[in-house]
């Protein structure tokens, strides 16, 4: 990683620092319990919340694609990705969203960028198992919500990718890593 993609990371991830009751620590080498990697392709990757355990220190436990079309676009990746790193999982499958996908033109979409039919299927339009997640109501804003191509969502037009940290994410990551005592949230959003 060069130092400014360094800079740009560490800038991201401090995003989400006053809204966590976590010490960030950024260390060099294979010490961190994240491990970021970077590449030049667009988009990234993290293991979600403990999973990163699993995975040997010697490999990452995020990458990211600083091959983006600017800082802005990178920083969002960066936050979404590190919204993984803390146990989020993607918005666009929350099982309360509103989005209705047209299932084959998302299928084309994200074959341009490498997925299969049934990685687009785990990553993209299956809504998530509310047994085992703690969810709140879906936030259309939200940095764990793709951006969805103009064609890709019946009745709507494109939906720009969030570049921030909404509200909604700032309320969550407070809720999931309080400070104090135990707070309650608007389940209604």
């Not at 130092?3 to 401090?14: A, G, H, R, V, Y």
């Not at 009745?155 to 890593?177: H, M, Q, T, V, W």
């Given at each position: ?48 919340g403990r999973q990163a355990n699993d995975i040997p220190k010697s490999e990452p436990t995020m990458v990211i694609g ?124």
């Amino acid at each position: 990683m060069t130092d400014k993609q360094k800079e740009l990371t560490k800038d991201s991830i401090n995003k989400w620092a006053p809204h966590i009751n976590l010490k960030l620590e950024f260390v060099d080498g294979p010490d961190g319990d994240i491990r970021i990697a970077a590449n030049n392709q667009t988009g990234g990757n993290s293991a979600i919340g403990r999973q990163a355990n699993d995975i040997p220190k010697s490999e990452p436990t995020m990458v990211i694609g600083f091959g983006g079309e600017n800082d802005n676009y990178t920083a969002g990746t960066i936050m979404h990705e590190f919204g993984h790193a803390l146990g989020l999982q993607h918005e666009h499958q929350h099982p309360d969203n509103t989005l209705d996908f047209d299932r084959e033109r998302v299928y084309q979409e994200y074959a341009k960028h490498g997925l299969t039919r049934e990685e687009t299927d785990a990553f993209v339009l299956n809504p998530l198992n509310r047994e085992n997640l703690i969810f709140l109501g879906y936030d259309k804003d939200s940095i764990m919500n793709y951006g969805f191509a103009e064609g890709t969502i019946r009745n709507r037009g494109a939906i720009p990718r969030g570049n921030d940290l909404s509200k909604g994410d700032k309320e969550f990551a407070e809720f999931i890593y309080p400070k104090s005592k135990i707070k309650t949230l608007d389940q209604s959003r």
